[in-house]
């Protein structure tokens, strides 16, 4: 009673415009998702593949940093487990995955490294 013809009318072309405008606003969120990947995700995917081929390049005479901040060297190496010399008689098993750094035999000290 209160409708008029006109709105009944405009609704067909409204529908099609509204496919348009819901792709327009979907676009923000494609968008955030796309800086997302690139500044964060594929980052820490890269570095994290680095991490896993540097503990499974570990062989015996590394130095090695724990998880735990234990330094020292690895004495025998299995594919899961590390045996590691961390003093004079003091030798422990971590396993492969706990290990936060590897300094392969050779590598010199820094300049800077007022111990050495």
Not at 9 to 21: C, H, K
Not at 84 to 107: C, H, I, M, Q, Y
Request: aromatic residues 8%.
């Amino acid at each position: 009673m209160f409708e008029t013809p006109a709105y009944a009318q405009a609704a067909g072309g409204a529908a099609a415009a509204g496919g348009t405008v819901a792709l327009i606003g979907f676009l923000p969120y494609l968008a955030i998702f796309a800086i997302f990947y690139f500044l964060i995700i594929r980052p820490q995917q890269q570095r994290a593949k680095q991490h896993r081929a540097m503990v499974d390049a570990v062989k015996k005479g590394d130095d090695l940093v724990t998880a735990g901040g234990i330094i020292g060297k690895a004495i025998r190496v299995t594919d899961t487990e590390v045996e590691v010399e961390a003093g004079p008689n003091v030798r422990f098993t971590v396993l492969k995955s706990t290990l936060a750094d590897v300094k392969p035999r050779g590598v010199p000290a820094a300049a800077n490294d007022k111990n050495a």
